[in-house]
């Protein structure tokens, strides 16, 4: 699927990383897995479904054993976001990032906790609990929201397969049944180099959200002179944000940046509505804590680890990558998705790129 890039755009002034994806961080990985069956009238329990769920590992080792440093921003708080409370008083993920429809979020944190059981024995017993993190967007639109199809197995596939290397975007695992500014839309990324070479930002976005009038493109009002088009559609939804890096931030350094992220959601328009769930979450992938056990004493006290140091220049660069990260995220997963069409005949129709182009154009953006 074409991306943002390939119509001869080159958003931001940082350079990507060689994929230009989350995964140019070191040792990320992200699995889909995309359900897509039947056609027609709502059947609730059967479909047709729309929908799907996305992994993202902060490494490929045990997240429980290995915590990376984590930090979260909540934007407007109409959602589910799940796990985020542990994760402001802790500062670590010990579980991969899910993100999938919102009436899925308990049935797939509780997948997710079956499967960290299974890969941690003591987990309950000798180790204490679990902080299963997952976030979502409401696909009711096309898809049988009502019948909770994501399961067990999906969520186990996706975390199975989740791998480096390029990563799909559009129509495909959490962003399946999704929106963009009244487009399909879906999920989406993009990295940036900061300080270059020594660190990347990298962001991965499920989208939902969003009013077509407000939709700018490299600052060009492209949603109101697309305003009529390929209308109607759902209104203002909601937005994931994750953000991985591989400087070793600590948890309040990252709560700093994921909350830049709105800056790069505000670039492509978006206002954040009443009823829109904005939320985002960042780890660090070099800044890991190793997991004790309730009672248990480590063998020190303290210990040496790298430290980001604070100045100005330094964060903002980290800053502006995340910024141009989230935001080039966003308008990937609108040119990638595809038209598709949901239960009862709704459709969320894809921008149209040939129309895009002559705007592009017509604003001397490429």
């Not at 008083?89 to 509780?110: F, H, S, Y």
């Not at 067990?152 to 397969?161: G, S, W, Y």
């Not at 949603?223 to 994750?242: K, N, T």
């Amino acid at each position: 699927m074409p991306r943002l890039r390939d119509l001869g755009v080159t958003p931001g002034f940082l350079p990507t990383g060689p994929l230009n994806a989350i995964t140019d961080v070191p040792g990320v990985r992200v699995g889909h897995v995309t359900l897509i069956h039947g056609d027609g009238p709502l059947r609730e329990g059967v479909g047709p479904v729309r929908t799907g769920v996305t992994a993202i590992l902060p490494h490929g080792g045990n997240l429980f054993r290995d915590k990376p440093a984590a930090g979260v921003f909540t934007i407007n708080g109409f959602g589910k976001a799940c796990g985020f409370e542990q994760i402001r008083e802790r500062g670590v993920l010990e579980t991969p990032i899910l993100l999938t429809n919102t009436l899925n979020v308990a049935r797939a944190a509780d997948a997710l906790v079956t499967y960290m059981l299974r890969q941690n024995p003591d987990i309950g017993l000798t180790a204490g609990t679990l902080n299963p993190v997952v976030g979502e967007c409401n696909d009711g639109f096309l898809n049988d929201l009502r019948g909770r199809h994501v399961c067990e197995e999906h969520v186990f596939q996706a975390v199975e397969t989740a791998a480096s290397g390029p990563v799909t975007e559009g129509n495909v695992g959490g962003g399946t049944g999704t929106s963009c500014y009244q487009f399909k839309g879906g999920i989406g990324t993009a990295s940036r180099l900061a300080l270059e070479p020594s660190f990347t930002v990298g962001a991965l976005v499920q989208t939902n959200f969003g009013l077509r009038r407000e939709l700018r493109l490299l600052g060009a009002p492209v949603g109101r002179l697309l305003l009529e088009e390929a209308l109607p559609a759902p209104g203002p939804g909601s937005i994931m944000m994750v953000l991985a890096t591989d400087a070793p931030l600590d948890s309040r350094q990252l709560t700093r940046l994921a909350a830049r992220a709105a800056f790069g959601l505000a670039r492509t328009g978006s206002t954040c509505q009443d009823s829109s769930g904005d939320f985002v979450i960042a780890f660090s992938t070099t800044n890991r804590w190793p997991h004790f056990n309730p009672g248990e004493r480590p063998a020190a006290d303290v210990a040496e680890a790298p430290r980001f140091l604070e100045a100005g220049q330094s964060m903002d660069a980290l800053f502006a990558a995340a910024v141009e990260a989230v935001e080039e995220a966003i308008l990937n997963a609108l040119t990638a998705a595809q038209t598709l069409t949901g239960r009862d005949g709704n459709t969320l129709f894809a921008l149209p790129l040939d129309r895009l182009e002559a705007l592009l154009d017509a604003y001397h953006l490429r």
